[in-house]
């Protein structure tokens, strides 16, 4: 089955500064790869999401890569605040199937 | 983006007692829930996948019969956990399948935090 790895698992920095996070996937069928953020007692949120058709996308301040060669997708936030600091999760998704694999979070500090 | 719902936010029973968690998609209409679990600092499990109107399908290691799932409409799904026990105390979560437009999107809900004592 589908692997998903995520580095780094936590990532401090100071507001301003930028941040970015790195998955890799295994399996060469995932077409749909989606970022969720989680703050602390909720639930996922997503936030951007790439499809296997485009190599980036951009959102405001956040942006997601995506090298289908190399099987690696990452997610960048440019000027970081501090309610940005959340856990980052990025999800690969097989074409024909709906149920993703997630990576094992990273967790975004950004101090002020 | 669209809204999940879950209900109640967080609860607290006494071990072997049994507990609803309600999943609700708010806009949109969802075929598929999802329900998983999430210990401290880690990332989402999996338990199982729930189709209205059919039998859930669970993940390995999943007991079924003391995690009851139930999709009775297109916008609501219920987790049961039956005779609870400390070790099932967790944050619970659900997703709801949004396949409208054919754009295929996972949206969660908050989360439910259990606690058995």
């Known amino acids: 089955g589908e692997n998903v790895e995520q580095h780094p698992s936590t990532l401090s920095v100071q507001e301003g500064d930028s941040a970015v996070i790195k998955c890799t996937y295994s399996d060469s069928a995932s077409n749909y790869f989606p970022w969720y953020k989680q703050e602390l007692g909720k639930g996922p949120q997503l936030i951007i999401d790439i499809r296997s058709n485009v190599g980036e996308k951009k959102d405001q301040r956040i942006a997601v890569t995506l090298n289908k060669t190399a099987k690696h997708f990452s997610l960048h936030i440019t000027e970081t605040q501090p309610e940005d600091s959340a856990v980052y999760f990025c999800?690969?998704?097989?074409?024909?199937?709906?149920?993703?694999?997630f990576g094992r979070g990273t967790s975004l500090i950004v101090h002020p | 983006g669209a809204v999940v719902s879950q209900h109640p936010s967080r609860v607290i029973c006494k071990s072997g007692t049994s507990v609803k968690i309600e999943c609700r998609s708010l806009?949109?209409?969802?075929?598929?829930m999802f329900w998983y679990r999430q210990f401290p600092k880690q990332s989402l499990m999996l338990m199982a996948t729930?189709?209205?109107?059919?039998?859930?399908?669970?993940e390995q290691g999943v007991e079924k019969d003391k995690f009851l799932i139930n999709h009775a409409s297109l916008t609501l799904s219920t987790l049961t956990v039956t005779s609870a026990h400390p070790e099932d105390s967790s944050f619970y979560i659900c997703?709801?399948?949004?396949?409208?437009?054919?754009?295929?999107?996972?949206?969660f809900g908050p989360g439910t935090r259990l606690l058995v004592l």
């Open positions: 997703s709801a399948r949004d396949s409208s437009g054919g754009k295929e999107t996972q949206y």
């Open positions: 999800a690969a998704r097989k074409g024909g199937s709906y149920i993703p694999t």
């Open positions: 806009d949109f209409q969802a075929t598929t």
């Open positions: 729930s189709n209205e109107g059919s039998k859930a399908t669970y």
